[in-house]
């Protein structure tokens, strides 16, 4: 079975079932547990978004913490005054109340007021042959606020440059959320328990592009 869940809902949210199809325990994180509430809302307006579209997911039951011990203002961020827990974590349901984890909301770019979620470019680029992993960030942009980057792993034994990665997009996806950067990579910045380090990709992005002026970074 497959459990999602945070430290602060003590921990688990939803979670999938033995009798579940094999379709729905590999590609959900199932369903709410007993006693819990989860609602799915958009980040901008907080109202609640309908089956199948994207929303920031929001839980509430007896086993949401209090709050952070002497944190205040971040216990009054993490949970609102009807004592709705805001996960940050991008999700969709289905009709049957399956849900599927999309993105993180912190990892979200706005290019030129658009709203570019990685993990649905980082998905799209999947399909690509020769590629074996992906890892898609924003960038500052001084025109667009941020650019969208893609960092690729290619499969071994394979090759391919910028322009094969950004050919494969067109047509497919919608022109602002084809990466601008591409970078080739062996690896990914990690923590020391496996999670890639999307903020030190980003550090490392600027110094290597030169984005010092976008980033509002004085240089000497």
Known sequence: TIAYGQTEASPVITLTRTEDTLERRVSTVGTALPNVEIKLVDPETG???????????????FMVMKGYYNLPE???????????????????????????????????????????????????????????????????????????MAWVMLKPGE???????????????????????????????MTVTGKVQKFRMREMAIEELGLHKAAGIETA
């Open 74 to 148: 971040a216990s009054a961020a993490a949970i609102d005054k009807d004592g709705w827990l805001h996960t940050g974590d991008l999700a969709t349901v289905d009709d049957d109340g399956y849900y599927r984890i999309t993105g993180r909301l912190k990892d979200m770019i706005i290019r030129g007021g658009e709203n570019v979620y990685p993990r649905e470019i980082e998905e799209f680029l999947y399909t690509h042959p020769k590629i074996a992993d992906v890892q898609v960030i924003g960038v500052p942009d001084e025109r667009f606020v941020e650019e969208v």
């Open 159 to 189: 090759t391919a440059d910028e322009d094969e990665i950004r050919d494969f997009c067109k047509g497919k996806i919608a022109h602002y959320k084809i990466p601008r950067y591409i970078k080739m990579t062996t690896e990914f910045p």
């Open 47 to 61: 109202e609640a978004t309908p089956v199948g579209e994207q929303g920031e997911l929001l839980t509430r039951s």
